[in-house]
Structures are given as structure tokens and as C-alpha cells.
């Protein structure tokens, strides 16, 4: 995919900012997290606030186990501390295998959980877990998304993460000259121009 002119990244941004409500959910689970970081139960609940909320058209066949993420979390907090403050321009090779078994992990533990879905995984929800988790480190991704950027998820999900996670730094390279100062990530801007632009056609 090509990358995005200063004008297309930032109406893009300019679009979803208009369109979209559901943000007031994004800042509540990112300030729950930062202030309960390193406490994995509380980690889990915070990461179900948005979860639940972004990915309801996944989980209204049935919730993950919260029991399930907060070991997940537990079991990778080292990782994830490591990953948090890290900016993606920082990613690299040696990043390779770290990035494929946490979003792995974090797709299993996001599993549904109960009735006629159990056991059914969520990729999106993956990558959203990441991204909260380490949100200057991790982008985000739906389908649509990720067929654009030419890593779909159905086969081999954190393989095609990977891949994506390295197109987005190219994008991040470039679109990082003209974002407006904001409070947001540079990664969830990016992932507002993607969603106005492949996920929901807001601009052409």
C-alpha cells in the first residue's frame, strides 16, 4: 500500500475524531491501566472495559475468561514492561519472536470462553490488547485493515502481526513529519486514518 499524503493522514484522523463516540472507552482503559500496571488482575478488568466494548460483535457469542488474561499478563509482564515504553520506530529483528508468541498468548487467553463459540479467537482483539498494553509499540488492526496492508489474518494471525507491525513503522517513518501535536499515539492516529479510510470509506 502506498503511504498516506500529510492532507489524506490528517483528514483521515479529522474523519474518525467526527464520526466516532467510542473513544471516551479507549481513554478509560488507557488511564486504568497506566494506574494499575503491574497488577494483573486489575490490568485484566481494565483490558475488558475496552475489549468488550470495541470488539462487541465478537463477544456477543460469549466473554473471554478474565481468569485466563490476568495469568496471561502475569506470565508476560517482563515482556510487557519491556515492550511499553518502547516506540515502534525502535522495532526490529530481534523483536521478531517476542512479538509472534505475546500476541499468540494474548489470542488464546481472549478466546471465547463459553457456549456455541468457545474457543473461537479474535486477532482484532489481540492486537487491541497489545496496542493498550504498549501503545506507542503495538498498532492496531481489523480486516479490512489488515487485507490493505496485505497481512490478513486468517491464516497464520501472528505471523501476518508481524508483518503488519513492520509496515506500519514504514508508515509511522513518514506520516510522523506532519501528525499535529496531539495526546494521542502516533500509532492510534495511524489506526484513525486507517479505520476512516479502509475500514469505513470516510475518505477516498
Not at 76 to 103: E, G, H, P, T
Request: proline share 4%; hydrophobic share 35%.
Amino acid at each position: 500500500m502506498s503511504e498516506p499524503t500529510r492532507e489524506e493522514f490528517l483528514e483521515g484522523v479529522k474523519q474518525f475524531e467526527k464520526h466516532e463516540r467510542r473513544d471516551a472507552m479507549y481513554k478509560v482503559a488507557t488511564f486504568l491501566l497506566s494506574h494499575f500496571w503491574s497488577k494483573p488482575s486489575d490490568m485484566a478488568d481494565a483490558l475488558g472495559v475496552l475489549l468488550l466494548t470495541w470488539n462487541q460483535a465478537f463477544y456477543r457469542y460469549g466473554s473471554f475468561d478474565f481468569d485466563k488474561l490476568e495469568r496471561c499478563i502475569a506470565d508476560n509482564l517482563q515482556k510487557l514492561n519491556m515492550f511499553r515504553n518502547r516506540d515502534i520506530s525502535s522495532l526490529s529483528r530481534n523483536d521478531d519472536d517476542d512479538i509472534k508468541d505475546l500476541f499468540d498468548k494474548f489470542l488464546a487467553a481472549l478466546s471465547i470462553n463459553s457456549g456455541k463459540k468457545k474457543g473461537e479467537k479474535s486477532p482484532v482483539s489481540a492486537s487491541k490488547a497489545l496496542h493498550l498494553l504498549a501503545p506507542k509499540f503495538f498498532p492496531l488492526w481489523d480486516y479490512k485493515i489488515a487485507k490493505a496492508y496485505k497481512s490478513p489474518y486468517s491464516q497464520k494471525p501472528a505471523q501476518n502481526y508481524l508483518a503488519f507491525c513492520k509496515t506500519t513503522k514504514e508508515v509511522a517513518d513518514t506520516v510522523r513529519r506532519y501528525a499535529t501535536p496531539s495526546d494521542k499515539t502516533l500509532l492510534k492516529m495511524i489506526d484513525e486514518y486507517n479505520y476512516s479510510k479502509f475500514t469505513k470509506g470516510w475518505i477516498r
